[in-house]
C-alpha cells in the first residue's frame, strides 16, 4: 500500500473518531518547497461537512496522526493545508523494499486483460523515412513500451502504403531515366535509390506543365495533360489490373525500400511484431459497408455511392463507398481494424500515431466503428501529434528538401562526437569505443529531445541544442547515470547489505520520494499516452540526483552506514534512469 493510501486511512479514522462522520475521499498534494512537510493535505472540502475552522481542524487531525501512528513525525497548518511530515523509517523502510526490485516501477502482466496494438511509422514506399517518420517512430515505440510497462500486452504495428499513384510515380521515372540503376549499382540504400526517382519524376511533371502552359493551356488543365503524369496513371491502372510486368517492377522497386526501411528502423531501435500492407488491404472493408446498410448505420444515394450521416454527432455526412464501387481510405481503414482484431482476438484497443492532420478523419473512423457494433471500438485512441519544424523552416519531400532519417542519425552522431572531443571527457577510449559512445549519445540526444514534448506540441527541432551537456538533454541525463557507475565503481566495497535504523539527510529524503513516484508516472505516462512524463520525469530525477550529489559526500564519507546508503542510493537513481530510458528507446553509457 503507498504512502497515500495509508495515510488516507488514518485520516478517514481521525476524522471519524474527532467529528463522528465518515469522509469518502481525501485529497493530497506535494508540499510546497517553501514549507516543511513531503504530503499535503487539502483541508478545504472538509468545511462543509465538518462545520469547523481550517486552523481546529488541521490542528486537530494533525495531533491525532502524530499520537496514533509511527508514520507522522510532526505537521504545521498553513491556511487550508495541513503539511504533514513522515518519519525518516518509513522512506529508509520503503527503498530497502524497492533496492533489490529489478523490475521497480513496473507491473507484472494483468491476468485475462485485453492486449493493446499500436501502429506508428506507416510509411509510403516512394520516399526514404524523414524527420517527420521519426517523431511517429519515437512516439509509437515508447508508448508500447510503456504501455506493455504498466501491465499489458501490446503488439506493435505498422501499415505500410505500398500502392497508388505515388509509387507509381516512382516507377515511370525509373523507367525512363533509371538505366537500370539499383540499390547495389549506385551504392545506395533501396529506399533513397526509389525516393530519387520520386523527386526526379517531379521535377520533370513541372517542366511539363510549364511548357504546356506555355503553349497556352491554363495550369490546371496542363497539370492534368501533362505526358509524364498520364503515364503514371495508366501503369496504376495497369497494376490494378494485375499486368505481370508492372507488378514485376512495382514489387522490385518496393522490396528496395522494405530493405531500406528496415535499416533506418535497426539503426533507430525500434521493431515491429507484424507488418500490414495497402496492396493486401485496400479492399478490406467492403463488405462492412454492406452490413452496415442492412443496419441502417450506412445510406445510398441515388448515384450509388454509400455515405453515413454524422450531423448529429457534430461531424458531416462521410462516404464511405464511392459511385463505382471503390472504396475509399475510410473504408480501407475500417477494414483493416476490424482484420486486426482477427489476426490478434485478444486485442482490446488500438492506438494510432498519426500527425494531427488527421484528428478529423481518425473521429469519424472510431465513430463508425462504434455505430457498427465493435465493442474495442471504445477503447482507440489517436496518439496525435505535432509536426517538426527546423530553423531553416518546413520540409518538402517532392522536392527533395526533407531532412532524411538515416542523414538526421549519421548528423547527430557526428555532432555528439565533435562535442564530446571539445570536451576532453574521452582520454583512453579506444577508437571503437568513441564510436559507440557518439552512437549512444547522439542518438540519445535526438530521442530524448523529440521524446520530451508533449505529442500534441509542434517542436521545433534544433540538433547542436539537443546535444547539449547541460539542462534538459539526454547528453546530460546519460552524464549523470555514468557518473553514477563511476561511483560504483570506485565504491570498493560490499555495500549490499540492508541499512536498518539511519537518519536521512533532506537530500536523501527527497531521492527516495521522487522514486516512490516511479511506478505512477509510469502508469499515468501509460494511461495518456505520452512518453513525455517519463522523460521529464527522469530529468527532475536527475536534477534532484545531481543536487544530492553536490551536497553531501558518498564516498567521502567516514560512516561507513552513511557511505553504504548513498552508494546504494545513488545505484537504485542509475538504474531508474536506464529503465525509464528503456521504455524511450535509449541507451545509456556505463562511461562518458
Not at 350 to 369: A, C, P, R, S, W
Not at 539 to 550: D, H, R
Request: proline letters at 3%.
Amino acid at each position: 500500500m503507498d504512502l497515500q493510501n495509508i495515510l488516507s486511512q488514518k485520516i478517514k479514522e481521525a476524522i471519524h473518531v474527532l467529528f463522528d462522520a465518515n469522509i469518502d475521499k481525501i485529497e493530497f498534494q506535494a508540499t510546497r518547497k517553501d514549507f516543511s512537510g513531503d504530503v499535503t493535505m487539502v483541508l478545504f472540502p472538509l468545511l462543509k461537512q465538518l462545520k469547523s475552522s481550517l486552523p481546529y481542524l488541521g490542528n486537530e487531525i494533525g495531533n491525532y496522526l502524530v499520537a496514533n501512528t509511527d508514520l507522522v513525525r510532526q505537521f504545521n497548518v498553513v491556511s487550508g493545508f495541513l503539511n504533514i511530515v513522515i518519519d525518516d523509517s518509513y522512506y529508509v523502510d520503503f527503498f530497502n523494499g524497492m533496492k533489490d526490485d529489478a523490475r521497480f516501477g513496473f507491473k507484472n502482466p494483468e491476468q485475462h486483460a485485453k492486449a493493446v496494438m499500436v501502429e506508428y511509422s506507416s510509411p509510403n514506399t516512394n520516399k526514404p523515412l524523414h524527420l517527420g517518420h521519426v517523431r511517429n517512430i519515437l512516439l509509437g515505440y515508447a508508448v508500447a513500451q510503456i504501455i506493455e510497462a504498466s501491465g499489458k500486452k501490446v503488439y506493435k504495428t505498422q501499415i505500410v502504403n505500398d500502392r497508388g499513384i505515388h509509387i507509381c510515380k516512382s516507377m515511370v521515372a525509373w523507367e525512363k531515366f533509371g538505366k537500370y540503376q539499383t540499390p547495389d549499382s549506385s551504392g545506395l540504400k533501396g529506399d533513397k535509390v526509389v525516393g530519387n526517382f520520386y523527386v526526379a519524376f517531379d521535377k520533370e511533371y513541372k517542366n511539363q506543365v510549364a511548357e504546356l502552359v506555355a503553349d497556352g493551356l491554363s495550369e490546371e488543365e496542363a497539370k492534368k495533360k501533362a505526358p509524364i503524369m498520364l503515364e503514371a496513371q495508366q501503369m496504376l491502372l495497369a497494376w490494378e489490373a494485375g499486368d505481370e510486368a508492372v507488378l514485376r517492377l512495382w514489387n522490385t522497386m518496393n522490396q528496395w525500400v522494405y530493405d531500406g526501411f528496415a535499416e533506418t528502423y535497426h539503426n533507430l531501435g525500434v521493431s515491429f511484431d507484424k507488418n500490414y500492407y495497402e496492396s493486401d488491404t485496400y479492399l478490406l472493408g467492403k463488405e462492412v459497408v454492406q452490413f452496415g446498410l442492412e443496419k441502417g448505420i450506412f445510406e445510398k444515394d441515388p448515384d450509388g455511392s454509400v455515405w453515413i450521416d454524422l450531423t448529429e454527432e457534430g461531424l458531416d455526412r462521410k462516404i464511405v463507398l464511392r459511385a463505382d464501387g471503390t472504396a475509399v481510405y475510410m473504408t480501407q481503414d475500417i477494414g483493416t481494424a476490424i482484420q486486426r482484431v482477427k489476426d490478434f482476438p485478444d486485442v482490446g484497443g488500438m492506438v494510432y500515431t498519426v500527425g494531427n492532420e488527421q484528428d478529423y478523419h481518425f473521429k469519424v473512423l472510431f465513430l463508425i466503428l462504434k455505430k457498427l457494433g465493435f465493442e474495442w471500438a471504445e477503447s482507440l485512441y489517436h496518439l496525435s501529434y505535432g509536426m517538426v519544424d527546423l530553423p531553416s523552416g518546413k520540409m518538402k519531400s517532392r522536392e527533395g528538401t526533407v531532412v532524411d532519417a538515416d542523414d538526421l542519425m549519421a548528423d547527430m552522431v557526428h555532432t555528439a562526437a565533435k562535442i564530446s572531443e571539445e570536451l576532453g571527457k574521452l582520454e583512453g577510449y579506444s577508437d571503437e569505443e568513441k564510436q559507440k559512445l557518439y552512437k549512444i549519445i547522439g542518438l540519445g540526444a535526438l530521442k530524448y529531445y523529440i521524446l520530451k514534448v508533449d505529442p500534441k506540441k509542434r517542436i521545433l527541432f534544433n540538433p547542436e541544442e539537443s546535444v547539449d551537456f547541460a539542462g534538459n538533454t539526454g547528453p546530460f541525463i546519460q552524464y549523470t547515470y555514468a557518473r553514477i557507475q563511476s561511483i560504483i565503481r570506485k565504491a570498493g566495497f560490499d555495500f549490499s547489505g540492508p541499512v536498518g535504523n539511519y537518519a536521512l539527510d533532506p537530500k536523501e529524503k527527497e531521492l527516495i520520494k521522487l522514486l516512490e513516484q516511479y511506478p505512477e508516472i509510469i502508469t499515468s505516462a501509460a494511461e495518456t499516452n505520452s512518453p513525455a512524463l517519463i522523460a521529464n520525469y527522469t530529468y527532475e530525477l536527475v536534477k534532484e540526483y545531481n543536487s544530492f550529489y553536490q551536497a553531501v559526500p558518498i564516498l567521502g564519507t567516514d560512516d561507513i552506514t552513511q557511505k553504504t546508503f548513498r552508494v546504494q542510493l545513488s545505484k537504485k537513481v542509475a538504474e531508474t534512469i536506464a529503465s525509464a530510458f528503456r521504455l524511450l528507446g535509449i541507451e545509456v553509457p556505463e562511461r562518458m
